[in-house]
């Protein structure tokens, strides 16, 4: 069984140590959770990451929830939620007390605009490592791909996107049993 001082502080680490908000969480987290604890396999890991995705609210807050619930029931949905965001939390609050003294200061601004392009990358590896995962292939590119273009260049709102293709996943499940019987 897990402890729960583990599971607080491997959630601590998580927050502590990630950059730009929940997606850039992702890899750390699975190296954690799946490759260096054992906790999750890499399967229950993408399910994981898929309800958390679509659950309202802060995605790092719901993964933790939800890995916290399934190791150790309700303590451990909350032990995980506070170790992930105990340490943003008090580095929002201390920038947020130091900000307008350092806000227009050159160095401060070249910190952050040289950590921008590595949130990108934190953020776009998940990405293709998930794609392998779910089993994305030549066949089926088009539909992340299309969900992408609609959201990005077109605006349409990523609930919209989500709702259609569940409709259209409930739909192709629906006809496929039906072609098989």
């Known amino acids: 069984m ?32 799946v490759d260096r ?13 898929s309800v958390a995705q679509a659950l309202p609210g802060i995605f790092a807050a719901n993964m933790a ?13 909350v032990t995980a939620v506070v170790g992930n965001v105990l340490m943003p939390i ?11 003294e350092f806000r227009d200061n050159p160095v401060v601004e070249s910190i952050f605009k040289g950590i921008r392009p590595a949130v ?17 292939s030549r066949r089926n590119f088009w539909i992340p791909l299309l969900a ?14 989500i709702a259609a293709a569940a409709a259209g996943g409930f739909l192709y499940g629906r006809l496929g049993k039906e072609e098989q019987l």
């Open 37 to 49: 604890r054992g906790w999750l396999s890499k399967e229950e890991f993408l399910d994981m990451l």
């Open 90 to 100: 008090l580095f929002i609050l201390a920038l947020a007390m130091f900000f307008r």
């Open 65 to 77: 929830t939800e890995v916290g619930s399934r190791l150790r029931g309700t303590r451990g949905a």
């Open 2 to 33: 897990v402890r729960l001082h583990e599971l607080f502080w491997s959630f601590f680490k998580i927050g502590t140590f990630t950059i730009g908000g929940g997606y850039a969480m992702i890899p750390l987290m699975e190296k954690e959770l």
């Open 120 to 136: 990108v990358a934190l953020i776009a590896a998940p990405v293709f490592k998930m794609a392998k995962v779910s089993k994305v």
């Open 148 to 161: 992408a273009v609609l959201i990005w260049a077109f605006g349409v709102s990523p609930v919209l996107v």
